[in-house]
């Protein structure tokens, strides 16, 4: 397993057009976690799945953003009608979940840079 | 709300220097805490963490940081900088929602190694 996968790497899009991105975990690990970094600052957390089911979603995510985890794989992020805000770095990690015990760490992905012109 | 605060933005040392990056947290219950390193165009890779037991965890790269609980601080420390050690540098702190853990960060230290 050579970890977390992002894809594309980078995109760059116009305003206004939709864009989605591809994130492919660790291959046993059952949780996945979106962030989004923008320049100067640290990753802030989107959403997270357990599985194939969404728990979590940050008041960042606006309706124009849909996560999904169809079968607990790979998860992909789309952004529809993109704007120049949306512009950042989207980060993709994932974790296992053992039983009652904690998370282990949060392996992250390389990310996709997304630039909104 | 928990956040957390990386008060120097850029530092610079020379090779072989020691090195000291400054975090501080606000979290109202027992923190879970951590420092990512992140290189141009690269994830965000973990150096160490903190969740109970002795204050001061040692982590990869000979890095090392000391949880101080009175100061609400987590600094990372380095006894000798290495010119690969030139990065980014990310202190966060965890919340757990149940077992699932959703990571507070800082705005980030960039580290320029001098030669």
């Known amino acids: 397993d050579t970890g977390v996968s992002q894809n594309p790497r980078h995109k760059i899009t116009k305003r206004g057009q939709n864009v989605t991105f591809r994130c492919d975990p660790i291959s046993e690990h059952n949780r996945l976690y979106w962030y989004r970094q923008t320049l100067g600052q640290g990753p802030e957390f989107l959403t997270y799945f357990q599985n194939e089911a969404q728990l979590e979603k940050s008041r960042l995510l606006s309706d124009r953003f849909s996560a999904e985890r169809p079968k607990g794989s790979f998860s992909t992020l789309e952004i529809q009608r993109t704007e120049q805000g949306d512009s950042a770095m989207y980060l993709c990690a994932s974790s296992s979940h053992r039983g009652l015990g904690e998370d282990t760490e949060a392996f992250f992905g390389q990310g996709t840079r997304l630039t909104v012109v | 709300a928990q956040s957390v605060t990386q008060p120097d933005i850029h530092i610079t040392v020379s090779e072989g220097a020691s090195l000291e990056l400054r975090c501080n947290y606000s979290y109202g219950a027992t923190p879970y805490l951590f420092w990512y390193v992140q290189s141009p165009g690269q994830g965000l890779q973990l150096l160490l963490k903190?969740?109970?037991?002795?204050?001061l965890v040692q982590g990869i790269k000979g890095f090392e940081a000391e949880f101080k609980r009175s100061q609400s601080s987590f600094n990372l420390r380095k006894p000798s900088v290495h010119w690969s050690d030139a990065a980014e540098y990310f202190c966060a702190v965890g919340e757990l929602w149940g077992s699932a853990r959703q990571l507070t960060f800082g705005s980030g230290t960039q580290l320029t190694v001098l030669p």
């Open positions: 903190y969740f109970s037991g002795d204050t």
